[in-house]
């Protein structure tokens, strides 16, 4: 649909309600969904494979990282961020769902646990989309149950560890050593989940919050691997 339709389709005028900014924004990723997403993916769709050629093409909208403030992150506003949400998500939900992903639960995650050092390391990078980040929910007796989750995050010593185990798929079809993990786990015993850390690649915890005794996380192979025991 051109831009005309779609302002046809404005019926409670939501676009005069929005900044000069954001509606640079939403129409810079709904050219991009246009022109790059729209003519390619339903090919993947078939294939069951994901458009990977396009990431770089995604990093260059400059707007990975959403509302975070510095770091190479562009700072939108809440407005702006629901709006690249929308319209990646009228070019193909995976897409959507791969950015927001690593945008929003990832990335978000460094910015509000890691600590100045872990954000400089992490941030620029990934807002680059030079890093990918994924997320670890799902696990094998549960599914992406958040409620029942196995996996548990214990102290030791001035560390936490890592104990239980994930299958990933949400945010990556493949990993590079490096990209970062955010797995979702539980401090408490019985069914109440919290968030747990932030894993590397390489089992490290680049927002330290958390460290794996597992074998090394870029072992992993997606869909649906089991990352840690």
């Given at each position: 649909?051109?831009?005309?339709?779609?302002?046809?389709?404005?019926?409670?005028?939501?676009?005069?309600?929005?900044?000069d900014?954001?509606?640079?924004?939403?129409?810079?990723?709904?050219?991009?969904?246009?022109?790059?997403?729209?003519?390619?993916?339903?090919?993947?769709w078939?294939?069951a494979?994901?458009?990977?050629?396009?990431?770089?093409?995604?990093a260059?909208?400059?707007?990975?990282?959403?509302?975070?403030?510095?770091?190479?992150?562009?700072?939108?506003?809440?407005?702006?961020?629901?709006?690249?949400?929308?319209?990646?998500?009228?070019?193909?939900?995976?897409?959507?769902?791969?950015?927001?992903?690593?945008?929003?639960l990832a990335m978000?995650?460094?910015?509000?646990l890691?600590?100045?050092?872990q954000?400089?390391?992490?941030l620029p990078?990934?807002?680059?989309?030079?890093?990918?980040?994924?997320?670890?929910?799902?696990?094998?007796?549960?599914?992406?149950?958040?409620?029942?989750?196995?996996?548990?995050?214990r102290?030791?010593?001035?560390?936490?560890v890592?104990?239980?185990?994930?299958r990933?798929h949400?945010?990556?079809?493949?990993r590079?050593?490096?990209?970062?993990?955010?797995?979702?786990?539980?401090?408490?015993?019985?069914?109440?989940?919290?968030?747990?850390?932030?894993?590397?690649?390489?089992?490290?915890?680049?927002?330290?919050?958390?460290?794996?005794?597992?074998?090394p996380?870029?072992?992993c192979s997606?869909?649906?691997?089991?990352?840690?025991r």
């Amino acid at each position: 649909m051109d831009a005309d339709g779609l302002a046809a389709t404005d019926f409670y005028r939501m676009d005069d309600l929005l900044t000069d900014a954001e509606r640079e924004v939403r129409d810079r990723v709904r050219t991009f969904c246009d022109k790059e997403v729209t003519p390619i993916i339903n090919d993947y769709w078939e294939r069951a494979d994901f458009p990977f050629e396009l990431v770089p093409k995604l990093a260059s909208l400059g707007i990975a990282g959403g509302s975070i403030q510095g770091y190479g992150c562009p700072g939108l506003s809440p407005v702006a961020v629901g709006l690249v949400g929308a319209e990646l998500a009228r070019g193909d939900g995976s897409v959507c769902t791969f950015f927001g992903v690593h945008s929003g639960l990832a990335m978000s995650s460094v910015a509000m646990l890691g600590s100045e050092e872990q954000k400089r390391r992490w941030l620029p990078a990934m807002a680059r989309m030079e890093k990918i980040g994924a997320f670890g929910l799902t696990e094998p007796r549960h599914g992406s149950d958040a409620v029942a989750l196995e996996t548990r995050a214990r102290r030791d010593g001035d560390e936490n560890v890592l104990d239980g185990a994930k299958r990933l798929h949400q945010g990556l079809t493949r990993r590079r050593p490096g990209d970062q993990l955010v797995p979702q786990v539980s401090r408490r015993p019985g069914p109440r989940a919290c968030w747990g850390g932030c894993c590397s690649g390489t089992g490290r915890c680049p927002a330290g919050r958390t460290r794996g005794r597992t074998r090394p996380l870029g072992r992993c192979s997606f869909p649906r691997s089991g990352c840690w025991r």
